[in-house]
């Protein structure tokens, strides 16, 4: 009987877990939609997503630069270090660099880099006003929340990741041609060369059409963890560690699914 009672709790359990997923995708499906329905209509409050713009992006654009520009250095270390033991001098150093960065580092990085800065500030605000009811006072005023903060953020987010990627892209490329000139002898001249002769409009637009998705991935999840975040402070912080983590997963499967695609498309 007890083993009985066990599955069925069990059971219970796990029934309980698919509600609240099949709930929650069905919260966010809603919220986003009613946000772009905002958008379409053009009902945007164009001072509030100036200032999200500059939060986003400029505010974002320091430690951008830095994980960049350290990424692009190892880069270069890593593949002039291997090609020197395989050919006994470092080449293809530039290729190799400018490539991983335009079409996987610098929109991955750039993403996950934002996600640790701007998604977590996106639900700790919002959660913040949930918890506090600002959310309700905003209800109660005829005001509703997703036109008022969320619209902002969507426009501002979609606009400035793939501007921080380019700069990432850029900078990670430079953090190679220092180490390759300074490291392994290899001229700008020639670094350059190898870095964009072989580069096309479509192998940059492979990296540069990733951080759009991502950025709606940010924001999806950063203003609907916020929105539903309960249980006072402690839930604030739990949604935040939750917003953080689901974004980061939801990237690095976003990329698998979405490099898998464009490199079909390319093939075709």
């Known amino acids: 009987m007890k083993q009985i009672l066990n599955i069925f709790q069990f059971y219970k359990?796990?029934?309980?877990?698919?509600?609240?997923?099949?709930e929650g995708l069905g919260k966010a499906v809603c919220m986003v939609l009613e946000a772009f329905s905002y958008i379409f209509k053009f009902d945007?409050?164009?001072?509030?997503?100036?200032?999200?713009?500059?939060?986003?992006?400029w505010r974002s654009t320091t430690i951008v630069l830095l994980a960049s520009f350290f990424t692009g250095m190892v880069l270069a270390l890593q593949v002039g270090s291997a090609t020197s033991n395989l050919f006994n001098e470092p080449v293809y150093v530039g290729t190799v660099t400018g490539f991983s960065m335009v079409i996987e580092l610098g929109p991955v990085l750039t993403a996950?880099?934002?996600?640790?800065?701007?998604?977590?500030?996106?639900?700790?605000?919002?959660?913040?006003?949930?918890?506090?009811?600002?959310?309700?006072?905003?209800?109660?005023?005829?005001?509703?929340p997703v036109r008022y903060l969320a619209v902002s953020r969507f426009l501002a987010c979609f606009f400035?990741?793939?501007i921080l990627t380019v700069i990432s892209n850029i900078v990670?490329?430079?953090g190679g041609l220092v180490v390759s000139t300074n490291t392994w002898g290899i001229s700008s001249c020639r670094y350059l060369s190898q870095s964009l002769d072989f580069m096309t409009v479509r192998t940059f637009f492979h990296g540069f059409i990733k951080s759009f998705f991502f950025a709606l991935i940010i924001?999806?999840?950063?203003?609907?963890?916020?929105?539903?975040?309960?249980?006072?402070?402690?839930?604030v912080g739990k949604s935040v560690t939750e917003s953080v983590m689901t974004t980061m997963v939801l990237i690095l499967i976003a990329d698998y699914f979405l490099t898998s695609l464009l490199v079909t498309l390319r093939i075709k």
């Open 13 to 22: 359990t796990k029934q309980t877990s698919i509600y609240g997923i099949v």
């Open 44 to 57: 945007i409050n164009f001072q509030s997503t100036v200032n999200q713009m500059v939060e986003i992006g």
């Open 112 to 144: 996950i880099v934002v996600t640790g800065r701007v998604g977590a500030a996106i639900t700790a605000e919002l959660g913040t006003m949930k918890v506090t009811e600002q959310l309700d006072a905003l209800y109660t005023l005829g005001t509703n």
């Open 160 to 162: 400035m990741l793939p």
């Open 172 to 174: 990670g490329i430079y």
């Open 219 to 235: 924001v999806i999840v950063a203003c609907y963890k916020g929105f539903n975040t309960k249980d006072g402070a402690e839930g």
